[in-house]
T-cell receptor, first 114, second 114 residues
Framework: QQQVKQSPQSLIVQKGGISIINCAYE??????FPWYQQFPGKGPALLIA?????SEKKEGRFTISFNKSAKQFSLHIMDSQPGDSATYFC?????????????FGKGTKLSVKP | DTAVSQTPKYLVTQMGNDKSIKCEQN?????MYWYKQDSKKFLKIMFS???????INETVPNRFSPKSPDKAHLNLHINSLELGDSAVYFC?????????????FGSGTRLTVV
């Protein structure tokens, strides 16, 4: 049972455009929502994370929008650059025991065309 | 100085063999993890471990076993390897049980079973 659903599976954006990746979760016990970036041959790296007490968090060109009532969150990449081309994963976790382990979405492969 | 290091980076072996993958972290983190990334890039938790608790994903075959000689190491031992075990295995660590703390991932071990 997939607890975090991510879309789209792949995304092509022109340089300078906005990339938007969406995730939805089912478990209301989740209260930590990070995004990870993975380049080929590398491990995932933490990009930005949010907790449900805020609706938006911004770090540079990356913004997370969070909608608790809809159980959805999204990653916006402003002014997308070719160097942003990578696979992006949303994730979620709760508190304690197995709930504390990050559950990942299936990933979005982003290609930014010059 | 690599924060989470895995060895080997590549591992090719025959069906039925037993193999180990080693993981070490120098971040002083309390919790370590093993994730499996399949050919479709899906990241799935296998184990999480700190000095108090081992949590095993119920879908992981008992041919897989984590071994932790100390807080900085979590090795993965696999018995009787099968073709379906071919994947990239990632070790990760976090400051605590992962709740509200980002994970630091290693660069992965690509296991190919022939």
């Amino acid at each position: 049972q997939q607890q975090v659903k991510q879309s789209p599976q792949s995304l092509i954006v022109q340089k300078g455009g906005i990339s938007i990746i969406n995730c939805a979760y089912e478990n209301t016990a989740f209260d930590y929502f990070p995004w990870y970036q993975q380049f080929p041959g590398k491990g995932p790296a933490l990009l930005i994370a949010i907790r449900p007490d805020v609706s938006e968090k911004k770090e540079g060109r990356f913004t997370i929008s969070f909608n608790k009532s809809a159980k959805q969150f999204s990653l916006h990449i402003m002014d997308s650059q070719p160097g942003d081309s990578a696979t992006y994963f949303c994730a979620a976790s709760g508190y304690g025991g197995s709930q504390g382990n990050l559950i990942f979405g299936k990933g979005t492969k982003l290609s930014v065309k010059p | 100085d690599t924060a989470v290091s895995q060895t080997p980076k590549y591992l090719v072996t025959q069906m039925g063999n037993d193999k180990s993958i080693k993981c070490e972290q120098n971040l002083g983190h309390d919790t370590m993890y093993w994730y499996k990334q399949d050919s479709k890039k899906f990241l799935k938790i296998m184990f999480s471990y700190n000095n108090k608790e081992l949590i095993i994903n119920e879908t992981v075959p008992n041919r897989f076993s984590p071994k932790s000689p100390d807080k900085a190491h979590l090795n993965l031992h696999i018995n009787s390897l099968e073709l379906g075990d071919s994947a990239v295995y990632f070790c990760a660590s976090s400051q605590d049980t992962g709740h509200n703390y980002g994970y630091t991932f290693g660069s992965g071990t690509r296991l190919t079973v022939v």
